[in-house]
């Protein structure tokens, strides 16, 4: 697993996907920064956190796009299926190279939380929490991700998908407040990522939102390893 | 060292590989040999535990390779095809990674600097693959299979898109792997597998139709020719007639080909020339020659005879 994680890192960050992803995040960042705290004066980052959202949304398929869909087309699962590694080991490797650098991306709240304890005492309970959200939000998602693009061979396709879905996490509640069945929108009202999120971000720690999320990253990395596993005896 | 027995690889309906069974026994080199879409890389991806068989098992010294996938793998170096590499790396750092990922315990420069040395890319070590031209990929793949020492080497087609003088060197090293390694490796040239393997298996349509150690399928190799003739007459007289001339190695009659007449096929000496000496032989014995033709009896022919479809419908093994 190490060596794949350490491959998975260099590749990010030899080429320019990390740059451009961080730069992209970073700036994002800066703009509701500047906006919500500047502008309305607050000390809260609670503004900030919410609106990326939508930017992580879309900015995980990019970072994830290339994971296994890559690897397939160039025929270098090759290499990784006949090694000596199990494949739980092969996905976890890509999983947490992704995260790393999803993690990186997220250092930046912190940078704000401290930038802003210059001006005046932010609520580091708060901010805390919502990292820990961020951090939580993003396993689930990169999960999924990875999901998509074992599915596929192209890349633009997994990173298509993925912001699909993306999209449909956000808009989550409004599609439960019109589906005419109470039982499906009061399911899907369960599996919602925005509910579970804005807890964190009132600095909320609840047990159920974490296990929430954790278990999701973990369902996915399962369904990952079992379409590996599929594939090979199909 | 490595057994296969009875794999079979279904695809839907499609057999793509059919109740193959084999064994090759440590130090040996076999030659996999067969037309397009034989079967030849499904088997090789089913014994690399690259995809997995529809039924029967492949056991790598002792290891079964679903049932103990970590250690069969680890006793396995495997060129694919089409080699995986990570084409944004380079060399070094590509050969750094698959040493990791395969879970080597050597000294990594000096066995990297080794394989390298063995392969002749040491001057490429530090470019970038995406750089390199088909011919040193192939060789990095190569590099790549053969870290950490495998005592079980599966080359497919190792040497497509090398130059002639890089074939011969890749030949070579293959040869001398053989003398420490198990090495299974496929081609469809088949000047190639008889100047390299010990053995050789012909399959075709997902069956084994000849498994044959390589002096024994080709008579190119014991220096004689042949010729085949169908003559009119009493056979034992024309067998005897045959045999009676000089340099004349072997006479046999292949089939009646109608009311008294018969093939035969003769074998004899690869520096002599006999069409002369029979024509007489055959006109004092009063049994006409219908027809006479000559040539070396190849591999290419063997190979056609076998992988044609009739002969594989035939059932014969």
């Known amino acids: 697993m190490g060596a794949i994680l350490k491959r998975e890192l260099s590749a990010y960050f030899n080429s320019a996907i990390a740059y451009v992803v961080m730069a992209v995040y970073f700036f994002f960042a800066g703009l509701y920064f500047y906006f919500y705290c500047f502008e309305s004066n607050t000390t809260s980052l609670t ?5 990326m959202i939508y930017i992580i949304l879309f900015l995980v398929p990019i970072i994830t796009m290339k994971s296994f869909a890559e690897e397939k087309r160039q025929k270098t699962d090759q290499a990784l299926l006949t090694a000596p590694v199990n494949l739980t080991e092969i996905v976890m490797g890509k999983f947490l190279g992704a995260y790393i650098l999803y993690a990186i991306c997220s250092v930046i709240f912190l940078v704000f939380a401290v930038v802003i304890s210059f001006f005046a005492a932010p609520s580091w309970s708060v901010i805390l929490c919502t ?36 999209f449909v996490i956000l808009m989550m509640s409004t599609f439960t407040s019109v589906i005419p069945f109470e039982w499906l929108s009061a399911a899907l009202e369960k599996i919602n990522f925005i509910t579970y999120y804005v807890n964190f971000s009132y600095g909320l720690l609840n047990i159920t939102d974490i296990v929430f999320f954790l278990s999701f990253a973990a369902l996915f990395i399962f369904f990952t390893v079992r379409v590996l596993e599929k594939r090979r005896w199909s | 060292m490595i057994e296969v027995a009875n794999l079979t690889k279904c695809y839907g309906d499609i057999k793509a590989v059919d109740n193959i069974s084999f064994t090759v026994e440590t130090g040996e080199i076999l030659g996999f040999l067969g037309p397009n879409g034989a079967g030849k890389s499904t088997t090789m991806n089913m014994i690399t535990g690259y995809i997995s068989s529809t039924s029967g098992t492949v056991t790598i010294d002792g290891s079964e390779i679903l049932e103990d996938p970590k250690n069969a793998k680890s006793k396995i170096g495997y060129l694919p095809e089409i080699p995986p590499l990570y084409i944004d790396m380079t060399v070094r750092k590509y050969l750094e990674f698959m040493f990791d990922l ?23 070590a ?11 990929r192939q060789r990095v793949g190569f590099a790549q299979a053969l870290l950490g020492n495998p005592p079980v080497l599966i080359l497919d087609e190792p ?12 030949r070579k090293l293959i040869k001398s792997l053989g003398k420490k390694h198990t090495v299974i490796f496929s081609s469809h040239v088949l000047s190639e597998i008889s100047a390299t393997c010990d053995r050789i298996l012909v399959i075709n349509e997902g069956k084994i139709v000849a498994d044959a150690k390589t002096d024994q399928l080709s008579v190119v190799n014991s220096g004689q020719q042949k010729l085949s003739l169908v003559v009119e007459g009493t056979s034992s007289s024309i067998t005897s007639e045959l045999n009676n001339i000089p340099s004349v190695k072997k006479v046999s ?6 009311e008294n007449t018969a093939k035969y096929i003769v074998f ?32 290419e022919d063997m190979f056609l005879k076998l992988t044609s479809s009739n002969y594989a419908k035939g059932g014969k093994r």
């Open chain 2, 253 to 258: 009659k292949q089939q009646d080909t109608g």
């Open chain 1, 131 to 166: 990292f820990i959200g961020v951090l939580l939000f993003g396993a689930a998602l990169i999960a999924i991700n990875i999901f998509i693009s074992v599915l596929t061979e192209s890349m633009i396709v997994a990173a298509i998908f993925g912001m699909a879905v993306g």
């Open chain 2, 102 to 124: 395969k879970g080597v315990k050597l000294p990594k420069k000096e066995h990297i600097d080794e394989v390298m040395r063995l392969v002749r890319i040491t001057d490429k």
């Open chain 2, 268 to 299: 004899y000496d690869q520096d002599a020339d006999i069409r002369r000496e029979v024509f007489n032989a055959m006109a004092r014995n009063n049994t006409p020659i219908l027809d006479m033709q000559s040539g070396n009896e190849t591999l």
């Open chain 2, 126 to 136: 530090d470019r970038i693959i995406k750089n390199l031209s088909k011919g040193y």
């Open chain 2, 159 to 170: 040497t497509v898109g090398l130059d002639p003088s890089q074939i011969i060197e890749i």
């Open chain 1, 47 to 51: 503004g900030v956190f919410n609106n």
